[in-house]
């Protein structure tokens, strides 16, 4: 029973490129959330997302970073033209609608560095 | 909006010692959530709280919640060095979970 998979574990980006992170939830979990972690810091919330639907987004920058979960296919979390301050590990969780008392999975993350 | 502040947030402790991790809130909740996470890996979840007055423990660790006082603990008895990790607590807010800023544990020989 796979749990919460990320890709990729490690992403090199220069400034102005594009980065895409990927998150494939839990089997049977159909919520995700993506969090960014600063180094030394705590999980900043960022989005919350349901199959084709954005919930909740107030945590994520309005310029540059966008994100979806399609129907098909695992949730992107898209970064644009990225600069240094993007340099974050990002990581993904999932629950189940069915019991809103569990704990979020999380996945390995993915570690964004922007040189 | 939801404040989730831990304290300390630095914590280097010697084996056999005890200690008491803290964790305050500042909305009405009726969960939380504490998670370990290791240097350069993903969180784990150690403890679920779900009301007033819950008291969970596993092996070292003892978790409990006051939802009045807006306070968790997290308490460790007689640290092995095993245990060093970061702890973070989190409450539920809106859709998602907010969580505190970690409590770095070191525990020393």
């Known amino acids: 029973n796979a749990g919460v998979m990320q890709n990729p574990r490690h992403l090199v980006r220069r400034r102005g490129q594009e980065a895409r992170l990927r998150c494939s939830p839990m089997k049977g979990h159909s919520h995700v959330y993506w969090y960014r972690q600063l180094p030394e810091e705590g999980l900043k919330f960022m989005v919350y997302l349901q199959k084709e639907n954005i919930i909740d987004e107030s945590g994520m920058p309005k310029e540059r970073f966008s994100a979806e979960f399609p129907k098909e296919g695992p949730s992107i979390l898209r970064i644009q033209q990225v600069v240094r301050g993007d340099s974050a590990a990002y990581f993904c969780?999932?629950?189940?609608?069915?019991?809103?008392?569990?704990?979020?999975?999380f996945g390995n993350g993915t570690r964004l560095t922007v040189t | 909006e939801l404040k989730v502040e831990q304290n300390p947030l630095f914590l280097s402790m010697q084996e056999g010692k005890n200690y008491t991790i803290y964790c305050n809130y500042s909305t009405t909740s009726d969960r939380l959530y504490w998670y370990r996470q290791d240097p350069g890996k993903s969180l784990e979840s150690l403890f679920v709280l779900l009301s007033n007055g819950a008291v969970k423990q596993e092996g070292r660790l003892m978790a409990s919640l006051d939802t009045k006082a807006r306070l968790s603990t997290l308490h460790i008895t007689a640290a092995v060095h095993d245990l060093s990790a970061t702890y973070f607590c989190a409450v539920p807010y809106n859709n998602d979970m907010r969580f505190g800023a970690g409590t770095r544990l070191t525990v020393k020989p």
């Open positions: 969780a999932s629950s189940s609608i069915r019991d809103k008392n569990s704990p979020l999975h």
